[in-house]
Structure formats: C-alpha cells, structure tokens
C-alpha cells in the first residue's frame, strides 16, 4: 500500500493472515434487517456480535443460481434464472485452488451421493426438495472433480482434515428457502458450532452468508465473519 503524503511516499506492508481452513455456509433468500437483530435468529445474531458483521454486503441478482455462480467463479456467467443443468469451463474457486495445490470440497445436505449431478433429490414437494444443485455452483464447473462434491454427512468430525476452502449447503428447509429463520439458526447450531469454536484456536475461519434478499431491501444480505484472527466489529 502506497501512503502519499506532501511530497513523500510512504511504503506500508501488511501481511494478510492466512486461515488453514475456510468453510462458507450459504443461507437462503432473507435480508440483512430480517436476521440481523431477530429474536428468531439468537445463534446467528451470537456469532455477528463476537465476529466481524458486514453492514453493507449484498448479493447481485435474482434468482439464486446466479449468485451462487457469481460468489464461485466472480461471473454470474449469463446466467438469468434456476435452469438446470449448467455447465462451465472456468476459472473458478474450487478449480483454481485445487490447481495451486490447496483442497476444495462442497458439502450438501441430502445430496444424493459423492459426485451426483442431479438436478433436485428425489421428494414429494417440487417446489421445496431437500437438495437442489442451482446451490452447489461446483457442480457446473469441468475443473472441479466429482470427488470435490460431497454429500453433508461426509463433513468430517476432525476438522484439522477438512480441505483449505469448503463450502457448505443445507437442505431447503434448513437454509432459510422453505423453512424458518429459526429452524435455519438452530441446524447451524447443531451442526457449525463445533467448528466455529475449534477454528477459533486452530487458525481458521467461518463465514455465514446469504445468496440474496426476498426482493425487499434492494439485495442487502448480512456476511458474518467468525474465528481467529478476526477481530470483532462492524464494516
């Protein structure tokens, strides 16, 4: 960073911290004003308070696939709506990092099996199955190996196993899509604390965000950073 001042140029060097391990969990289409502050959300609210809260993040288009293919590959890649399937060259996330030499996994609750490339799991309800693959944007992308897609009871217990960068999905009831804001807050309880607390002192980071708003709040969608290194605030 180059630091101008009257005439004389100070040079400042930052060394970013570097996590060993990364796990994004994507929630489902509530705004910021709708989880931040909620009764609904205690859990959620716990972690934006002892981490870092982003107050002006916000998703870039309607419906989810888009974002979801943004967030992975920095392109919604002409993508306007849920269609299925996609499928994409690169670059991307998960293909760049396993290209360098790091680990890349998506885990989904309900995913049919390793590797599936089914567009929805098998259910009685069309309109709310329990997996659907417009949000698990590695699936779309030929570099990112079908070992990379995981179902989410194959997270593993020792966290010091998972790989660098791991994205993980639940099911359209627990993400906020078809079930509540509580039920959404109580499944990342029951199954994100204990890794929230462990990356905590083992140098790593979780980070809970939203794939867009309910088209209330112009795509205003909270990002909570929580683990070491960071340090508590808003931004």
């Known amino acids: 960073l180059q630091l101008l001042s009257g005439n004389v140029s100070i040079a400042a060097t930052t060394t970013l911290p570097r996590p060993d391990h990364v796990v994004i969990v ?18 959620i609210n716990a972690l934006a308070q002892q981490g870092a809260l982003f107050t002006n993040s916000s998703a870039i288009s309607h419906p989810s696939q888009p ?31 396993l290209a360098a030499g790091l680990g890349f996994s998506g885990y989904s609750e309900d995913l049919p099996g390793t590797g599936a490339t089914d567009c929805t799991a098998p259910s009685w309800n069309f309109w709310a199955p329990p997996y659907a693959r417009k949000h698990a944007p590695w699936v779309d992308f030929m570099d990112v190996p079908a070992s990379s897609n995981q179902p989410f009871t194959s997270f593993p217990s020792d966290y010091s196993t998972l790989p660098t960068v791991s994205f993980v999905i639940p099911n359209l009831q627990n993400d906020m899509h078809s079930g509540s804001i509580q039920q959404a807050d109580s499944w990342l309880q029951s199954n994100m604390d204990g890794y929230a607390q462990w990356a905590k002192t083992h140098n790593s980071l979780l980070i ?17 950073f929580s683990g070491a290194n960071v340090n508590p605030g808003q931004y």
Not at 74 to 83: A, N
Not at 214 to 224: P, R
């Open 26 to 43: 994507m929630e489902e289409n509530h705004a910021y004003s709708q989880v931040i502050g909620s009764s609904s959300a205690p859990y």
């Open 67 to 97: 974002n979801y293919v943004a967030l992975f590959s920095g392109s919604i890649q002409g993508l306007t709506d849920d269609s299925c399937p996609q499928t994409f060259a690169g670059p991307d996330l998960g293909g760049q990092l």
């Open 208 to 224: 809970v965000t939203w794939d867009e708003d309910d088209s209330s709040s112009g795509n205003h969608v909270a990002t909570i």
